[in-house]
Structure formats: C-alpha cells, structure tokens
C-alpha cells in the first residue's frame, strides 16, 4: 500500500507523468480574487477507499486547509495537507504524511513546498523553493537518515508541486476546453520534474457515498506503468461542475484491485454547492 494514502487522496498528477513535448504548456495567467475557485478558510476531507474481490474498505484519509496570508506587499495561498491511516490499518501499513506549499495568489505559481512522509517506517522528505523570475527550483531531497541532497532543478511556467498544481487544476477555463482536449502541465517531486496532462472528457453525472448526486466535469490521465499502476488504465477524476470545482471521486485500477478517494467532508466553500442535485 506505499504512496497509496496520497495517491488517492490527493493529486492523481503524481502518478500521471507522460512522455510529452517539454515545449508543451498551460498558459499561466494573472487572475482577479473573483476568478478563484477557492477561498481563505476552505477545509477539504478526502477518504481512501481500496476494493480488491469482496474487499471494500475505507484505509484512511487527508484533510486539507488553506489559508490566505500576507508579507510584505505579496499576498498568497497557505495549503497543508495531513494523510493517515485509519488506527486498524496502522497495524499494516501506517501512513503519517505532512504536506505544505506557498503559492501566489495572483497566478498560483508556486513560491514554497515541503513534505514529510513517513509510509510504513520509510521515511522521505523534499523542500523546495521556487524562482518566479526564472523558473528554476532549489530541491533538497532527504531519504530515511541519509544526509540531505540539494540540487537546481529547471522548470516552466506551469511546473508546480503537488499541492499548489491541485489548486491551478481547480481553476482551470473549461467553458474553453473542449470534449477529449488534452491538458499539458508539469510537477516537480524528489529530484526531477516531469510532464504531465489531464485529458477532458465531458460532463457526467455522479453519486457521490455519503454525499449525494453531483453534476461533473470528468477528466481523465494515464499513469506510467510501476510498482502500483499497471500502466494500461486510466485514473478518472470527478469534479463538481460548478465555481468551486472540487475534487468529488478519484479512481484507478491498480495492479491488485482498485484504488478510489471520494469527497468527505467539506467548509468554507467559497460559492454555493449548485452541482449538487439530490
């Protein structure tokens, strides 16, 4: 189950790196407080779910905040994300991950990121720093008790980190994307930076457990074929096709079984749930 907890809470751009033309990007634009598809305050809970044969069971979740602050004259987004295994599973495999990012209000580049995981006693940290002038990124990577590993990595405009590419992916234009367009973007993680795409493929309807039934706007990626994904299926994510554009349902078949995370828990919604039907 490592990496599991976070790939289904979470940003399934971390699985979805592809081959791509490094000349491929989204445009990054400046965009208005009310353009924004969130908010200072928003809390979003996601629950992991795994189904293998009769299994069909929730193994954890992550709760995710976000602040607005200011220093200086620069305002921008505080998210922290917190992943864990439910006590049960922590006798399998436990998960305590911890994620943070920096990233500007005005176009939602990245400016600070961190993370600390800690999966079943492996242990994993990366900080990175970005340069809104350049693009480049300075990287420390530190695994288990090695001694930290710095390095200048190059990115684009549209490389983010994991948390800061969630949010960019919320607030993307889709009354100008069109049915089976492709999305490019990039994300950096550990050492490297990678290229990635969400593929749109139209509105859907949507029962969400716990929730109720949602208009969506579905979307769609491969992943690269390892230890989890077998390579050949695509991760589709559900999103509430209103303003707030939240995550409602992530799902993938993995090598054994399939893997899925569904909204739980949601405040401070910056516009009202019109995607919700029932």
């Known amino acids: 189950m490592k990496q599991l ?7 399934p751009a971390a699985a979805i790196a592809t ?3 490094d000349t491929l990007c989204m445009p990054i634009r400046d965009l208005q407080p009310d353009e924004l598809a969130f908010a200072d305050g928003e809390q979003l809970t996601i629950v992991a779910n795994y189904t293998w044969g009769l299994i069909n069971t929730d193994v954890g979740e992550a709760t995710m905040r976000l602040s ?3 220093f200086r004259d620069t305002t921008y987004f505080y998210a922290r994300a917190y992943a864990k295994t439910y006590k049960f599973y922590d006798n399998f495999f436990m998960v305590r991950d911890v994620y943070e990012a920096r990233f ?3 176009n939602l580049r990245p400016i600070y990121f961190h993370r600390s995981i800690n999966e079943g006693g492996y242990l994993m940290k990366n900080t990175f720093y970005f340069d809104d002038a350049n693009y ?3 990287a420390s990577v530190q695994r288990k008790t090695n ?3 710095d390095t200048l990595l190059q990115g684009k ?3 983010f980190d994991l948390i800061s590419l969630l949010y960019n992916s919320r607030n993307l234009d889709f009354t100008n ?5 492709i999305i490019p973007i990039s994300f950096v993680i550990d050492e490297g930076v990678y290229n990635i795409y969400y593929r749109y493929l139209g509105k859907e309807t949507k029962k969400i457990n716990g929730l109720g039934t949602f208009n969506c706007l579905l979307l769609a990626a491969r992943p690269v074929a390892g230890e989890v994904f077998d390579g050949r299926n695509e991760i589709r994510i559900w999103i509430t096709d209103d303003q707030n554009h939240i995550p409602l349902l992530i799902e993938t078949p993995i090598i054994v079984g399939k893997l899925s995370a569904r909204l739980g828990k949601f405040s401070g919604l910056k516009y009202p749930l019109k995607s919700k039907v029932k």
């Not at 994307?177 to 367009?181: F, H, N, R, T």
Request: net charge positive.
């Open 68 to 70: 607005q602050e200011r």
């Open 5 to 11: 907890l976070f790939l289904a809470c979470f940003l």
């Open 147 to 149: 001694p930290q590993k």
């Open 19 to 21: 081959a791509q033309n």
């Open 157 to 159: 405009s549209c490389t």
């Open 177 to 181: 994307i069109v049915k089976e367009q």
């Open 104 to 106: 500007f209000s005005r």
């Open 136 to 138: 480049a990124i300075r």
